[in-house]
């Protein structure tokens, strides 16, 4: 237990109390001050009077900053929870993200499988045509019948490379999908850290 002397409107009181003594003589100043303010405006009033008025104010203070508290620790609870239903569905919608890019991978994957068997039929159509082309000269008797097969060939080449082409632009359609969900994730990401950062 600390005990200090205060001065209250000009009288010494002794203060005991755990708190510091620099605690109770700020304690003892502000009472004072009070005091000092309600007797100034209103110079009739007793040293009593003046005391329960000074009371009066210091409680009504007192209550107004206990409510005013009360507010603030609800105001933070209910911020408090709402960050951490934000970080959960922030964290189910990264997950999403991150199986719709597994995804995306997966199907730029394939067409780029597609791709390559089509490059490898246009490029053994492209041999059987040239091949078929060195025979015409030295077979007459098969001439026609060769270039039924090469005419055959091209429109299997001509059909082939559109098919590629097409692969390509899905391909690079998917690229481009990929790109902006992984975009999305790590503002997503960003978004959880600042969010951790105000708990």
Known sequence: MNKVMVKI??????MVGEKSEKHMLSVASY???EMTRVMEANPKLSASMAAILSAINIADIFFEC???NEDIIKENEELKRKV?????ELKIEMRNLQAALQ???KEEQDYQAQIEDLNKVIEEQKKQIEELGNKVG????EVENYKTQIEDLKEQLVVAEEKAEVAQKLSSKFQNDAYK?????????NEVKYLRAMK
């Open 66 to 68: 206990s409510t005013e």
């Open 84 to 88: 951490g239903n934000s970080d959960e």
């Open 138 to 141: 030295s077979s007459n008797g």
């Open 103 to 105: 995804s995306k991978d």
């Open 31 to 33: 009472v004072d001050k």
């Open 9 to 14: 409107n000009g009288n010494e009181y002794p």
């Open 181 to 189: 969900i992984q975009l999305e994730k790590i503002e997503l990401e």
